[in-house]
């Protein structure tokens, strides 16, 4: 049944399915481009890329990722069925790494560009939201943070993720 699918992929990956998130995005590029896909090594997102190209390391922190659609967020691992319907492999990603890892030493090169000592530690890091919580000290469950500017949030630290129970499969809030 698909409805049991989507709700599945919903208390998974604590996304639904809507264009927003990765797996429509991945499967629309495959489908319209396959030529690129095809030449693609792998599919990671900007600051995916910029960390790589600091340290020489592929590594994609869970906090980021996991408002992808893809990740599955109580394992804190790929999830299968969402990547299956991304028409992706975890190998077409970048290996999950903890926001508080060391990505690995800044490069020679990436020395030479921005003037940092070589072989400095550059974390993997985490979301803007994560870290913005972070800068504003909530530490302890329960602690809240609101954030105004260009897009708006409020942010809850929890200790176990938390799904909408108002949200159909669809991820539509429903009226009541």
């Not at 481009?33 to 600091?54: E, N, S």
């Not at 340290?55 to 967020?73: N, V």
């Not at 504003?136 to 909408?164: F, H, K, M, Y």
């Amino acid at each position: 049944h698909a409805g049991a699918a989507l709700e599945g992929l919903y208390r998974r990956t604590g996304c639904a399915l809507q264009s927003l998130y990765h797996i429509p995005k991945l499967r629309w590029w495959i489908e319209q481009g396959p030529a690129a896909v095809r030449k693609a090594a792998r599919f990671v997102t900007l600051k995916d890329f910029v960390l790589q190209r600091l340290t020489g390391t592929w590594a994609a922190d869970l906090s980021t990722w996991s408002s992808s659609g893809l990740l599955d967020i109580r394992r804190c691992r790929w999830d299968e069925e969402a990547l299956g319907l991304a028409g992706v492999t975890a190998e077409q990603l970048p290996p999950l790494a903890s926001s508080f890892s060391t990505a690995g030493g800044l490069t020679p090169a990436a020395f030479r560009a921005c003037g940092l000592p070589s072989g400095l530690p550059v974390l993997t890091g985490a979301s803007d939201g994560a870290l913005a919580n972070l800068g504003c000290g909530t530490l302890n469950p329960g602690q809240v943070v609101i954030t105004v500017g260009t897009s708006g949030a409020i942010r809850q630290w929890v200790e176990e993720p938390r799904l909408d129970p108002a949200k159909d499969v669809g991820g539509n809030v429903e009226e009541g």
